[in-house]
């Protein structure tokens, strides 16, 4: 089944999205979650079906419900919130393709350094002025500069979980 999206400006609903990590520490032993509160998007379905658009998170908003880690995390050794306020992930493609699976290419920039990233979505609700999309993909910190890792106790990949909704703006 194919599905149509309508071609326009859509932006993101950020009552009704959420951008949450999950990571192992302690050696595996320990599953760190948290999600970033301030999320904000928009993008655009072009004539051919295809998308562009950009989702920025603000690295202050990063909750993992421990205030002391939530500080570390912010901080030189990993997000250097007060140098990179921003993650931005700039959506150079997206293409829905074998029903509701969206090939995403992009561009993921998270302490000043950008890196590729490719992944799938899957689209699990639309309509006419309404979108939502799924991801879960995994982001390798080191290549980001954040390598701190004490006693060898965090493991590299972090795996990013989005529920994204999108509203058609007025034309």
């Known amino acids: 089944m194919t599905v149509a999206v309508e071609t326009g400006t859509w932006q993101l609903d950020t009552t009704a999205s959420t951008v949450a990590i999950k990571h192992k520490s302690i050696w595996g032993l320990i599953t760190v979650k948290g999600a970033f509160t301030a999320v904000t998007g928009q993008g655009e379905v072009r004539p051919d079906g295809s998308a562009v658009g950009t989702l920025t998170l603000a690295v202050a908003s ?4 421990n205030p002391k880690r939530d500080t570390h995390l912010k901080g030189p050794d990993f997000f250097d ?5 921003e ?9 829905l393709r074998d029903g509701d699976k969206v090939h995403v290419i992009g561009q993921l920039t998270a302490r000043g350094i950008s890196r590729p990233l490719t992944l799938t979505a899957r689209l699990t609700g639309v309509d006419a002025d ?5 991801a879960e993909f995994s982001v390798d910190r080191n290549q980001f500069g954040m390598g701190w890792n004490q006693l060898g106790m965090i493991a590299r990949l972090t795996t990013v979980t989005t529920t994204l909704r999108f509203t058609r703006t007025a034309a």
């Open 130 to 134: 309404a979108l939502t999309l799924d």
């Open 62 to 65: 990063l909750d993992t419900k």
């Open 87 to 95: 993650l931005t992930f700039a959506v150079r493609s997206a293409e």
């Open 81 to 85: 919130a007060d140098n990179h306020p």
